[in-house]
């Protein structure tokens, strides 16, 4: 069966410093691995995938994450936190359905 | 091009009652997926509707059904309702019956007392 473990409930930062969101997961096979961001009050949107070729995946809003099969690991980092960046951030690991299994989550807290 | 919308926004039900909850798939979408999050957890998948059939289910109970309409809108029931049914739940559109690229909207939060 397919898991995920984002071990960071939360995660504070200071605005303009840089973040990284681990995640692990537990696949048989090459995962296909999703990173979504929730903000208060909204669904969630995908911030990017990963699902074969180039290990390092650009996003949206500035974020990248690096899949590392040796180590079961799709992290997520961005070189510089903006204070709108706070949000509920949620791995996922999806086989041949592509349906995913979602994370606990992990929320950002942003310092001015 | 119009969002993944879903109604209602916020209900409350005391437990045993029934509910239906609705949601509008994006334009050009055949599919929708329903995800349950409960506080602090998640999104669990429940089903998904592909072309007005399921296609898949997550697991939960018979007593959470669902269907889709011909113009790819979706309903999910959930019968003789429990107090850990409360939740937010999720509907989500994409295209042929997968999930790579879904939209979610913005949910619909269930208190069950």
């Known amino acids: 069966a397919q898991s995920v473990t984002q071990p960071d409930i939360h995660i504070t930062v200071s605005e303009g410093a840089s973040l990284e969101l681990r995640c692990n997961y537990s696949y048989g096979a090459t995962p296909y691995l999703f990173w979504y961001v929730q903000s208060p009050g909204q669904g969630l949107q995908l911030l990017l995938k990963?699902?074969?070729?180039?290990?390092l995946v650009q996003g949206i809003k500035g974020f990248e994450a690096e899949f590392k099969r040796s180590q079961s690991s799709f992290n997520l980092r961005k070189p510089s936190v903006h204070w709108s960046d706070a949000a509920e951030y949620f791995c996922?690991?999806?086989?041949?359905?592509?349906?995913?299994?979602f994370g606990r989550g992990t929320s950002l807290i942003v310092h001015p | 091009e119009t969002g993944v919308t879903q109604s209602p926004t916020h209900l409350i039900k005391t437990r045993g009652q029934q509910v239906t909850l609705r949601c509008s798939s994006q334009?050009?979408?055949?599919?929708v997926s329903w995800y349950q999050q409960a506080l602090g957890q998640g999104p669990q998948f429940i089903f998904q509707y592909y072309r007005e059939e399921e296609n898949g289910r997550g697991n939960f109970p018979p007593r959470f059904s669902g269907l889709q309409f011909p113009n790819y809108s979706s309903e999910l029931n959930v019968n003789a309702l429990e107090l850990d049914d409360s939740a937010l739940y999720l509907c989500?559109?994409?295209?042929?019956?997968?999930?790579?690229?879904?939209?979610f909207g913005p949910g619909t939060r269930l208190t069950v007392l």
């Open positions: 990963y699902f074969s070729g180039d290990t």
């Open positions: 996922a690991v999806g086989g041949g359905s592509y349906i995913p299994t």
């Open positions: 989500a559109s994409s295209l042929g019956g997968g999930a790579i690229e879904q939209f």
């Open positions: 334009s050009g979408h055949n599919t």
